[in-house]
């Protein structure tokens, strides 16, 4: 058993006995450094992890590592630099993240999209650029296109948000309709599928539209992981999937984390996820960024010089979605202003985000996805009228830390949450700031969240 084989066995264990958000936020990138004479070198991201890993979650860590190594004896963490260490094919937990950046591309391009099939024609093999971080994925992609139902049933791609799944899906789709025309093909988000199936229900049309779909020759479900805890739709979906399956049919199915992660998948909905192909797509290294800016600049016809991407580049390191929108706000500056695109331009348009470092970028916005995502409460909610008492203290600690962290005006945290009165913000971080000081579980909260705000 290799270190990452006995890592990835023990967080299996670990994520079973702690909490989901404690697992993402604290297990993330992390890895087995050594064994040797029964101890173990754990590499963590940070110092706070490394303290958290060592005082609360020791006692998981070595019962989990023992029960699948019993001569395991000792842990101890060393801060390490994860991309560095060349683990990023098997990112299992790193591939937990959730969106951070609500703004789609989808909506930018909606005019073109293909209705039969909601193909996005922009979305190709041609114009997807390989790197180290995407090129498994890309390869099963691709393989796919070429032996449609025949390789890798279902194939299974998961990652964070922004970093191409999408884009590669839907290559799949447009590679196949160049080639064959007459195959039908159907891209459907798992949330339209979805309510698609609750309409169905409603004008008593099930069976209408499970029809529908056994007519397809590849069908590409995205972003499944919104299905968890959809329990009718779910059940649904296996059938649509069965009978997909049995007849040779190809499916492609994108998530943000692998299937094992998805809490409340049905079992036998996760074991047939995990019976085809599953490949991950982490964040792409610099020069992959460069290559895609150059990629992106060239489809625009604009001219990028090397020394301007890679300003770029090095400084918008998250995801691809906002590496395009930040070479998008640049190409729409130089418009405007009928100035070429030179480092001393970019650094003047892209100042806000770049030069004030993190906190700047931390948006009311995030803060409300980060608190809404973890306390599994929608985002409408959250920001709206209601007294639901889960609902109040998720609101309360998004309060909270706008203050702390965007250092936020009350009146405006009150206008974040559907015009509240100021009274309501100062009120709600003072309680939060109060309880802190005896309540261990919410402290803790507010250190993961805080983490979280940062890091996803
Ligand atoms: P996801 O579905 O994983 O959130 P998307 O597929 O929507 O991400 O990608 C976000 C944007 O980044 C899209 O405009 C997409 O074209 C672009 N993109 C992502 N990865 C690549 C890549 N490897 N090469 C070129 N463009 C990419
Ligand atoms: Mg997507």
Known sequence: MTHNELWQAALGEIELSISRANFITWFKNTAILSLKNGKVIIGVPNGFAKEWLENKYRSYILKALQNIQGDIKEINCVIYNYDDFGL?????????????????????????INEENNLNPRYTFESFVVGENNELARAACWAVSQNLGKMYNPLFIYGGVGLGKTHLLQSIGNEILKNCPEKKVRYVTAERFASELIDSIKNQKVDLFKQSYQKIDLLIIDDVQFLS??????HEFFHVFNALYQLNKQIVISSDRPPKAIPTLEERLRSRFEGGMIADINRPDLETRIAILKTKSAEKNVDLSEETARFIAENIKSNIRELEGALNRVIAASDLEQSKIT???????????ISSGRRKSVHYQHIIKVVSDFYDVRVEDLTTKGRRKEVALARQIAMYLMRIELNASYPGIGEQFGGRDHTTALYA???????????????????ALREKIYTL
Request: glycine residues 4%; hydrophobic residues 35%.
């Open 88 to 112: 990023n094919k098997t990112k299992s937990v790193d591939a937990l993240k959730k969106p951070s950046c609500p703004v789609s591309i989808k909506d930018i391009s909606a005019g073109i």
């Open 229 to 234: 805890g959809k329990e009718k739709t779910q």
């Open 343 to 353: 480092l001393l331009f970019v650094k003047k348009v892209l100042s806000d985000i």
């Open 429 to 447: 971080f003072e309680k939060i700031n109060k309880e802190i000081e005896g309540n261990e579980n919410l402290k803790e909260a507010i250190v």
